[in-house]
């Protein structure tokens, strides 16, 4: 697929035409564009709240209620148990929505651990996950609060927030899109989780991108870096 960056981008600077690589290997990199069903991920989440049994002899199934979770709220605690939804303390059941995003894997670096060290022990101690970043297409949403504003979009191209980054995904249906940096989640790393495309970033990309997650996470920028460069020359020509 052939992406027409416009002229005034971050891409067009680094490499227009060789920004998305094609790949169709089963390895899955960094920079790797994948999808999967993640979550909506708002100010407050919501909990799922036991109100009883269905039925007073049956605790296999509950009556519940989705409400705010908030921080320090005493939890309720059921006259009745239900075995469907088992109380633990310092545990809550938290519902989210979620929906199929393009991701970018930031990170595949968990080591195999030796399986003698992990006998016996439940496998989400030590399973294995990617690190990913979630893209938002412009104008997702519905009704008159849908997508970005347009001028929101101009100012995250021209790399004024670290934890924005505009691009162009190689996916049919996919247009202008925001990738979320403060938004890097876990998924987990299974073929039953997720599923490829045929496309990763270039090298050239791929360091780009490095020099912008510094730039977020440690909130620093090297003057001689790529990155400074490419933000000068795109914010002078505002």
């Known amino acids: 697929m052939t992406l027409k960056f416009p002229e005034e981008c971050i891409q067009n600077l680094i490499n227009p035409d ?13 920079g790797r564009l994948i999808q999967a069903y993640v979550p909506h991920v708002g100010p407050i989440p919501n909990r799922l709240s036991p109100i009883g049994r269905t039925e007073a002899e049956v605790h296999t199934s509950a009556k519940f209620e989705i409400v ?8 309720k605690h059921l ?7 088992p109380a633990f303390p310092n545990e809550e059941w938290l519902v989210y929505r979620v929906k199929r995003r393009p991701l970018l894997v930031i990170a595949n670096n968990s080591l195999e651990v030796e399986k003698q060290l ?5 496998k989400w101690q030590t399973a294995p996950t990617l690190l990913v970043a979630p893209y938002y297409g412009r104008d997702e949403g519905t009704g008159t609060r849908s997508g970005f504003s347009d001028a929101f979009v101009e ?8 934890q924005f980054f505009w691009d162009m995904l190689p996916l049919i249906g996919a247009d202008e899109s925001i990738m979320r940096l403060d938004h890097i989640q876990p998924v987990g790393n299974h073929h039953d989780t997720y599923g490829l495309t045929d ?3 270039s090298d050239d990309a791929l360091m780009l991108l490095d020099e912008w997650v510094n730039w977020y996470i440690f909130e ?3 003057e001689n870096s790529i990155l400074a460069y490419a933000m000068k020359t795109l914010q002078r020509q505002d």
């Open 18 to 30: 060789g920004w998305w690589v094609k790949d169709t290997s089963k390895e899955v990199s960094r």
């Open 68 to 75: 705010p979770f908030r921080y320090g709220e005493p939890k």
């Open 79 to 85: 006259s009745l148990p239900v075995a469907a939804l």
């Open 118 to 122: 992990v006998l016996g022990k439940p």
């Open 155 to 162: 100012r995250v191209r021209q790399c004024e927030y670290p």
């Open 199 to 201: 496309y990763r970033l």
């Open 220 to 222: 620093c920028l090297d």
